[in-house]
């Protein structure tokens, strides 16, 4: 029987949630926050009532995304799924997305769970329950006056994993970063990748390459490719460390017309789950069968392949057939501001979170997949949640910019004229418009039709807002 201290946090919780939707705010967090203040065991209470496996997706780029994806496809084999789709990932955000789950009589019908939790908060999380699965995307520098130096991410990721000995950790491969943490833990883990080169190296390029030396003995690694950022094919010469071949593994990439590519599962013996042995897992399926399926999606930028790998590989781990793929991916309108479109008065509108270096270029090259003429807002706020340090600028290529099919960029948002500043210092002219919806409603008066606004943190729920408004 469910106690009143509980059903009296459900209906509270409920009411706050709703109440800061009408006042046009987004309000999870205050909700979740609220319920552990009216019933302190509340998260674990309602997370042990969830049937099956419960995933959690950590990482620095890619969360919301995968997380959102993982969902979809676990819905599409008919599961009842809690998920914090808004992408609210400390713990009052976490909190939330089961107590909003819940019914009124203050129980959680529920089959599994995709939370998506911010890997500082992993800590204070994993307390209320133990993930079955944990999907480790990258580690990139984020927001260093909030988090400070990557080793910090790191230290706090381990623990959480001893936190939960049994949790199954899916690791991107291709970083070295996230490779060693999850090959160092005694957690059962399995890897995705891309394997072959699919760009060839700019020679100019200036981009921040995190991770460069051994975690393990201290050496500097050597690359046979890089895709972006750190994110390749690495060893370490000094004491053999180096890029599994992955479980997971994508080939014969294709970005001409949206995402395509060949996913083969290795370690799968013929009709039955991956092992998910620590022992097994770097035997790259010697002996064993190899499945492979072509992938395609209708999306822009490299980046999301890995998202959508690691939630097939995920989801494929915990043994689901995902026979529905292809009509999923045909379907999956990305939300919250993750290459999310709007058609308003004729212009096609992609909205699209860009908060450190590694993120921002990734946009960037989005963008420029893109050979239309386009024009480009760009909003750069200072809050708490973005971390009030703001020289990642400064380390984003956006002297990439400065190409014939951009027809103009526009700063806006808080630190607009440190924005103005950076595109100035690599000779590209921006306009100067501090309040976001002016300059949305300015773009769309006299652009070109085809408008690509650029957000980080807190700049997002509202720049959403307003054009959901439009």
Known sequence: MTGLRTLLAVWAAKGISAACKLAGKQGVTMAGRFAMKADPQILKKLA??????????????????????????????????VCNHTGSNMLGGVAAAFVLAAGWNGKIKADCACIEIDEASTVRVFPYFKPDYMVLTNLFRDQLDRYGEIDITMNLLEKAMQMAPDMKVIVNADDALSAFLAMDSKNPTLTYGITGKVFEEDKDSHEIREGRFCKRCGGKLTYKYYHYSQMGDYVCPD????????????????????????????????????????EDVWLNGQGRRSDSRRIRANYRGFYNIYNILAAYSTARAAGFELKNLDELLKKFNPQNGRMESFEIGGTHVLLNLAKNPAGFNQNISAVMEDRNPKDIIIVINDNAQDGTDISWLWDVDFDRMADPSIRSITVSGIRCQDMRLRMKYVDIESELIPDVETAIRARLKDGCGNLYVLVNYTALYSTRGILEKM
Do not use: M
Request: net charge negative; glycine share 10%.
């Open 48 to 81: 042990a009532q969830v049937k099956g496996p419960i995933f959690v997706v950590c990482g620095t780029n890619g969360k919301t995304t995968t997380n959102n994806l993982l969902c979809s496809f676990l819905e599409a084999e008919g599961k009842t799924v």
């Open 239 to 278: 004491c053999g460390f180096a890029r599994p071949v992955p479980d997971f593994e994508a080939t014969d990439v294709d970005l001409a017309n949206g995402l395509a590519f060949t996913v083969t599962e290795h370690g799968k013996k013929a009709g039955k789950e991956p092992s998910l042995n620590t």
